[in-house]
């Protein structure tokens, strides 16, 4: 099945390891964006960090 496509590119698959510390600001930066999930919110995070 082909990977699904955003922002007009192909997302492609990436294993992270996290401290339980990353983990929860993660998930509370997910929370602060209301993202759809924690792969949401870091390409949301790396997207405003490119057009600042």
Do not use: F, H, V
């Not at 496509?5 to 930066?29: C, H, N, R, V």
């Amino acid at each position: 099945m082909p990977r699904k496509k955003i922002y007009g590119e192909k997302k492609t698959k990436l294993t992270l390891t996290l401290t339980q510390t990353a983990k929860d600001w993660l998930e509370s930066k997910q929370t602060e964006l209301k993202a759809n999930s924690l792969s949401d919110t870091i390409e949301r995070m790396a997207r405003e960090n490119i057009t600042r």
